[in-house]
């Protein structure tokens, strides 16, 4: 497996504490790239600019992107064009959060 696609399937550890999915099948992570020096950049918005968790959520990326063998650095982006909404989710992320509500 390319390091690319293992820091995919690594991001999807990174839960949004206040959704409770994690960003991967939540559509917040638009691209990842890998330079030759083994620098991650993670492409990425937030479910609302002013996220609160922002810090948290930035920092759990980055840590998470660093723990991936073949990766020495990791640098998050954060844009917000285009903006997040909620058809950027995959299914399921749309069923966890359906569990989720017939829960409370």
Not at 17 to 29: F, M, R, S, Y
Not at 39 to 58: F, G, H, K, N, S
Request: charged residues 30%; aromatic residues 4%; hydrophobic residues 45%.
């Amino acid at each position: 497996m390319e390091t690319v696609d293992k820091l995919w399937v690594a991001l999807e550890d990174v839960i949004d504490p206040e959704v409770g999915v994690n960003i991967v099948d939540l559509g917040l992570v638009y691209d990842i790239s890998l330079d030759e020096q083994q620098a991650a950049t993670i492409t990425m918005t937030l479910t609302i600019p002013q996220c609160p968790l922002r810090d948290e959520i930035v920092s759990s990326v980055e840590e998470t992107a660093k723990s991936v063998s073949g990766v020495k650095e990791a640098h998050v982006n954060l844009v917000f064009d285009p903006p997040w909404k909620p058809a950027m989710m995959n299914d399921r992320a749309i069923e966890e959060i359906r569990r989720r509500r017939s829960l409370v």
